[in-house]
C-alpha cells in the first residue's frame, strides 16, 4: 500500500467546472460593465456581434452562431427589437422563416462596440497573442463535449 494520501476528488474549489463556472460569471458582469454605455446587455451584444457579421441571420441560423435554443433566441430578439437595435422580417422565398436585420440604431452600435474587446483584455491583463491562445483551447474543451 502506498504511504501518500489520497486526494479529495470532491473539493469544490478543485474543481474545473466551478472554475470554469464563477470564470463565466465574471467575465459576464465585466461585460456588463463595459456595455453599460451601449446600453445592451451581454446576450444582447453577442447577438450584435453575430449580426455585424452576418446581418440579416434567421433566427435559428442566431440561436445556431450562438449555440443556444431558437425557444431562448425568440424573446432576445423581440426585446432587441423593442430597443429599436433589429427589426425582423419574414423571408421573401419562404414565409416561415424569419430574418433579423439590424437597424440603423443597431448598425451605428458597432462603431461604439470597437473599443469593447480590447478593453475588456485591458481589464483581465490578457494580450492579444494570450487571448488567441485561450479561445484555441475553450474550443477545444467546447468541442469535446460535443
Not at 432576445?76 to 433589429?86: A, D, H, I, S, T
Request: charged fraction near 25%; proline fraction near 3%; aromatic fraction near 4%.
Amino acid at each position: 500500500m502506498s504511504n501518500t494520501k489520497l486526494k479529495n476528488p470532491l473539493i469544490l474549489s478543485e474543481q474545473m467546472c466551478f472554475s470554469l463556472y464563477t470564470t463565466s460569471r465574471a467575465i459576464t458582469k465585466k461585460y456588463a460593465e463595459l456595455l453599460a454605455h451601449l446600453n445592451v446587455t451581454y446576450p444582447q451584444y453577442l447577438t450584435l456581434l453575430a449580426l455585424w457579421e452576418n446581418d440579416g441571420m434567421t433566427v435559428n441560423e442566431l440561436a445556431q452562431a450562438l449555440e443556444i435554443e431558437g425557444a431562448t433566441m425568440t424573446p432576445l430578439v423581440q426585446r432587441m427589437e423593442k430597443l429599436g437595435l433589429v427589426v425582423r422580417k419574414r423571408n421573401s422565398d419562404d414565409e416561415r422563416r424569419v430574418n433579423v436585420v439590424l437597424t440603423e440604431r443597431g448598425a451605428s452600435l458597432r462603431g461604439k462596440a470597437v473599443s469593447i474587446p480590447p478593453a475588456f483584455g485591458c481589464a483581465i491583463g490578457v494580450s492579444d497573442v494570450e487571448a488567441q491562445a485561450m479561445i484555441t483551447e475553450l474550443k477545444k474543451i467546447r468541442d469535446r463535449l460535443k
